[in-house]
């Protein structure tokens, strides 16, 4: 049964990993032109996105697909690797559409344990099986915001056996590679693998830092040969002339995306002190979002944070019922948050 509709409207969102800056000016700009060739059917192969995304990230065109999100390729990918009798590997307390698009193509989905609210990759790697299609990576992670490094990705990589495919899921690449630098760590190698011709699929999107979670637009690196299958299971048209054009634009705004990571780490930071100062423990993030156990039932929770106008994700359905996420919002979103959070942490 559906849920019942919600009066959200007012309410302060957080509880999606949407960016709450909004997407660029000039992609806002880019949209609505292109809104006014809505009668003419998009490209199919998104040659200009790619080709853009292929000069900046220095990888071939063919190295490259567009898609309708990556909820949507997360489901294609599945469908296309797995099929009833074999499995695919992730984490624990991760990405829900793993657990979505597994079951969709008929697959088993082991989910190895977290350590310390973070991947456990020898786990992983332990579980990987005859059986084993696909390896389920998002670094970092939704809903713990935690991230494994280059050199543990690496690792990982060199024990996996030829059959399994790794999808690794860099949703939040950009607030990770920022935080990265900050915090003087190497967070990925992956277009690195692409040159290495490992068995792998990188995926990004322009849902998170480039604010265009409504249009639905991501992208994936890889090997020719696994994208072109992947182009062929995609659905003809998938990516809207006004999302092609949104995401080209996006990409030339450089200064949108940087005052977006910026804020992000100042609203991060205020979010974190905030909730160690009511005494909540938070995990420390990578990505625009924060992981807190609230040490009561959190769903209950977060229906009183919903009464008071802010949403928040309680992580009961992950199997966390004392969990929740909070997705980074503006300067005067988070300042909301952590009062209506004092207001209903008082015993
Ligand atoms: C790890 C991860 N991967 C993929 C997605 C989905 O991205 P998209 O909006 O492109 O479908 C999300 C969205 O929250 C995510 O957290």
Known sequence: MSEPPRNISRCIKLDANESPFGA???????????????????????????????????????????????????????????????????????????????????????????????FDLRGIASAVNEKTRIVFLANPNNPTGTLFDAVATDELLDQLPDHVTVILDEAYYEYAQYFAGERGIQYS????????????LVLRTFSKVYGLAGVRVGYAFGAPGILKQVAEAQSTFAVSVIAQAGALAALDDRDHVQQALESNARGMK??????????????????????CDVRQDAAAFAARMEERGVLIRSLAPWGAATAVRVTVGTAEQNQAFLQTCEKVLEP
């Open 270 to 291: 205020f979010l974190f002190d905030g909730l160690c100062r009511l005494g909540l423990c938070p995990v420390p993030s990578w990505a625009n979002f924060v992981y």
């Open 189 to 200: 190698h992956s277009v690195e693998y692409l040159r290495q011709k490992r068995n792998l």
């Open 24 to 118: 660029s000016p000039r992609a806002i700009e880019a949209m609505r032109r292109a809104a006014e060739k809505a009668n003419i059917y998009p490209d199919n192969s998104a040659r200009e996105l790619r080709e853009k995304l292929a000069g900046i990230h220095r990888v071939g065109f063919d190295q490259v697909l567009v898609s309708a999100g990556l909820t949507d390729l997360l489901g294609i990918i599945a469908r296309l690797l797995l099929k009833p009798g074999s499995n695919a590997v992730t984490s624990q307390r991760s990405f829900i559409h793993y657990v979505t698009a597994t079951r969709q193509a008929g697959g088993e989905l082991i989910e190895v344990p977290m350590q310390n609210d973070g």
